[in-house]
C-alpha cells in the first residue's frame, strides 16, 4: 500500500510538471533521418538529399501556435542544418538553421529543434541550408492551418495538394561547389523537376523513355488549394496548368486579393497557393508545366518541367504542345506588372482574429532606411566572390548570436553600409545594427544582369514598390501604403528596384539573403540584429539547453550532448508522457 501510494503521488508529481511545460499549444512531432540515396529524377543515377528515405522530405502540416518538434539524425558525411524558410521563429532566433545563429549539426549527431509556429498561417518550405546542400534536395512543405476559430476567406476547399518546382543539375552540390569555387558559373541546368520527379514525355526529341513523372489525381467539379514553391538553384520558372485557372489566395502567409491567373512567375524562394476548380470535361489528362523564365527560350527548351492533372473520369491521356509561357522574352515589364497586382486582402483575417489591414503599416515612420546594390560577381582576394553594397559576406567560425550571449568580441562588426560603398569591395562579417521596434526601408537595387529573390528571416515584410532604373528618394512617391503584400521573399527584376518595409519587433538575428544559391554560396548576404536593450524572456526566450558550440565556444562542446542527453531534453514532453504510461500501468499492478 505504502509502495502504491508513492506510485500515485509520483504520477500526480510527473502530470503536474509535463501539464506546467505544455499546457496551452499542442504539440508537434517529426523526426528527420537525413541521408543520401540514389535517385534519377532526369533519367541519369544521381546521389540526393532524402528525409527519411523520400526525396522530397515529408510534408509538416501544422497548425498556428503549434510547438514544432523535429528531430534530426544527420546522416550525410558533412555538417547540416535544416531552415524553416519563412517561419518566423518569434522570439527563437537560435531555432532558425542558418550558421548567424547556429552551430552546425556535425556528421553522425542528432540535434532536436523546437518551436512555435507563433501567429501564423499559410505556405512555406524547408531546406539544408549549408554547403550548396539544396541544390541535391533535403527540402519539403510547409502547412500551417487555420485555428478553427479563424475563418479562411474563401470556401474549405476539398483537398490540399503541395507541388515543390525547382531547376536541377545532374550535378550534385559537392561538384557545383567546385565549379563556384574554381571562379565558374554553374551555367544552365539540365532540367527543372516537380514534386522530386522529371518531365512527363510531352515531346521524344526533348525528354528520353523511362523518366518518372509526377501525375496528380483529382475529381471533376472539386475545387484544390494548391500550393508550389519553387525550391531551386537560380531559375524563376513560371507555372501554369493546361486549361485551368489559378485563383491566387495566398502567398507566404498572408491571404491576397483573390484573382485568376492562367500563369505566374515564381520566383527562387517563393510560394503561393491557389485555388484550382476541376472544372474541365476529361477528354484527355492535363499538362502541369514550369518552365524557366528570363532566359534565351530556343536553348532552354529542356529546362522545363512537366507533370500530370489527372481527372478520376480521365478518357486519355494529356498530348499536343504545352501550354504556352508569356512571350515577354526580352520583355520584362508583364512579369512585373503581373507582380505588383498581388496584393494583400485587408479585410481577411490571417492567425489572428482582426483582419490583416489593422496593421497600418503606410502610416508609421520609418526609423532605419537601407539601400542594398548587388552587382554582377567580383573579384576579391583572387576570389570570385557576391556583393551586397560592396560587402561580401563571411560567416564566423562562431555563430553570431552564440558570440552575444558569451560575450565572445571580434566575431563580427555592427557596421553595414547604409548605402553601398564608393570604395573596393571588401570580404567581412558586417552585419546591420537594428532598430529594436524601429521600422526599415530596404531598398534592394538589382544591378546585376540576372533576376534575383532576397529573403529575411524573422519577419514578414512588406513589398511597397518596384520599378526600373535606379531607386531616388523621390521614388518613394510610387510606393503602396495601404495593401502592399506581406510575404518573406521578394524578387528584384535585373536593372530594376524593390523596396520593402519591415517593422523590426522580433528579438533575434536575421539572416537578409539573396534566395538565389550560387550567389548566396558566394557571399551575398548580412544579418540584421535586433537587441532589446532590457533582457526579458519576454522578447527573447533563453538559449536552449542543447545549444551546440563551436568556433572559439568549440572547447564548451560535450560529445554527449547530442547523441544521447540533448536528444532526450529536446523530446521532453515524449519523455513524461511515456513516464505517465509507465507509472500508470506500475499502478494498475498494486490495485
Not at 490540399?160 to 565549379?179: C, F, M, P, S, V
Not at 539573403?513 to 551575398?524: A, F, K, V
Request: proline share 6%; charged share 15%; glycine share 8%.
Amino acid at each position: 500500500m505504502a509502495l502504491y501510494r508513492f506510485l500515485a503521488l509520483f504520477v500526480v508529481h510527473i502530470a503536474l510538471l509535463a501539464s506546467s511545460c505544455f499546457a496551452g499549444d499542442p504539440f508537434v512531432f517529426m523526426n528527420f533521418e537525413v541521408s543520401y540515396i540514389t535517385a534519377s529524377p532526369l533519367g541519369v543515377p544521381q546521389q540526393v538529399i532524402a528525409i527519411n528515405g523520400k526525396f522530397p522530405g515529408p510534408t509538416l502540416n501544422v497548425t498556428t501556435n503549434n510547438n514544432v518538434v523535429v528531430d534530426v539524425k544527420n546522416k550525410l558525411d558533412e555538417s547540416l542544418l535544416l531552415h524553416w524558410s519563412g517561419i518566423q521563429q518569434r522570439r527563437s532566433s537560435w531555432q532558425d538553421g542558418l550558421l548567424g545563429t547556429n552551430c552546425p549539426i556535425p556528421p553522425k549527431w542528432n540535434w532536436t529543434y523546437q518551436f512555435q509556429v507563433k501567429d501564423q498561417i499559410g505556405s512555406f518550405f524547408y531546406f539544408p541550408s549549408l554547403h550548396l546542400q539544396r541544390a541535391s534536395g533535403g527540402f519539403g512543405g510547409i502547412i500551417v492551418n487555420n485555428r478553427a476559430i479563424i475563418p479562411i476567406p474563401f470556401a474549405t476547399p476539398d483537398g490540399d495538394i503541395i507541388i515543390l518546382i525547382g531547376d536541377w543539375y545532374i550535378r550534385n552540390h559537392t561538384a557545383l561547389r567546385k565549379t563556384l569555387d574554381a571562379g565558374k558559373d554553374l551555367g544552365m541546368p539540365d532540367g527543372v523537376l516537380i514534386n522530386g520527379k522529371g518531365p512527363y514525355q510531352y515531346n521524344t526529341t526533348l525528354v528520353p523513355d523511362g523518366i518518372d513523372f509526377e501525375t496528380i489525381d483529382v475529381h471533376p467539379g472539386k475545387t484544390y488549394r494548391i500550393r508550389v514553391h519553387n525550391v531551386g538553384v537560380s531559375t524563376s520558372l513560371n507555372f501554369r496548368i493546361q486549361n485551368h485557372n489559378l485563383l491566387l489566395a495566398e502567398s507566404e502567409g498572408s491571404y491576397t486579393v483573390q484573382q485568376n491567373y492562367t500563369s505566374l512567375d515564381i520566383h527562387v524562394g517563393q510560394s503561393y497557393s491557389f485555388l484550382v476548380t476541376m472544372d474541365q470535361n476529361a477528354s484527355t489528362d492535363y499538362y502541369i508545366v514550369a518552365s524557366a523564365r528570363f532566359v534565351n527560350e530556343s536553348q532552354w527548351k529542356r529546362v522545363t518541367g512537366v507533370g500530370i492533372l489527372h481527372y478520376s473520369n480521365s478518357k486519355g491521356k494529356a498530348r499536343g504542345p504545352l501550354p504556352e509561357a508569356p512571350s515577354d522574352e526580352f520583355d520584362k515589364t508583364f512579369s512585373m506588372n503581373q507582380a505588383r497586382s498581388i496584393r494583400w486582402n485587408v479585410s481577411a483575417s490571417g492567425a489572428r482574429p482582426n483582419p490583416q489591414g489593422s496593421f497600418r503599416y503606410g502610416s508609421i515612420n520609418v526609423t532605419d532606411v537601407y539601400v542594398l546594390k548587388n552587382k554582377p560577381p567580383v573579384m576579391i582576394d583572387g576570389k570570385r566572390r557576391a556583393t551586397l553594397s560592396g560587402v561580401s559576406f563571411v560567416n564566423p567560425s562562431t555563430p553570431i548570436r552564440l558570440a552575444d550571449q558569451y560575450k565572445v568580441k571580434g566575431v563580427y562588426k555592427l557596421d553595414f553600409p547604409t548605402k553601398p560603398l564608393t570604395g573596393p569591395p571588401k570580404m567581412e562579417t558586417s552585419v546591420i545594427n537594428g532598430t529594436y521596434r524601429g521600422f526599415m526601408e530596404v531598398i534592394l537595387q538589382n544591378n546585376d544582369t540576372k533576376m534575383h529573390t532576397y529573403h529575411m528571416s524573422g519577419y514578414a515584410f512588406f513589398v511597397v514598390g518596384m520599378d526600373y532604373g535606379e531607386w531616388t528618394e523621390n521614388s518613394r512617391g510610387t510606393y503602396n501604403k495601404w495593401d502592399g503584400i506581406a510575404r518573406t521573399t521578394a524578387q528584384v527584376y535585373p536593372g530594376a528596384w524593390t523596396s520593402i518595409l519591415v517593422s523590426l519587433d522580433n528579438v533575434g538575428v536575421w539572416n537578409l539573403r539573396t534566395e538565389n544559391l550560387d550567389s548566396w554560396y558566394l557571399g551575398q548576404e548580412t544579418y540584421v540584429r535586433i537587441v532589446n536593450p532590457e533582457a526579458t524572456n519576454k522578447t527573447e526566450l533563453p538559449m536552449p539547453d542543447n545549444a551546440l558550440f563551436c568556433g572559439s565556444l568549440s572547447r564548451m562542446q560535450k560529445p554527449q550532448d547530442i547523441s544521447a542527453a540533448a536528444a532526450i531534453t529536446g523530446n521532453r514532453s515524449k519523455l513524461f508522457f511515456t513516464l505517465l504510461m509507465i507509472l500508470s500501468a506500475l499502478l494498475s499492478l498494486f490495485r
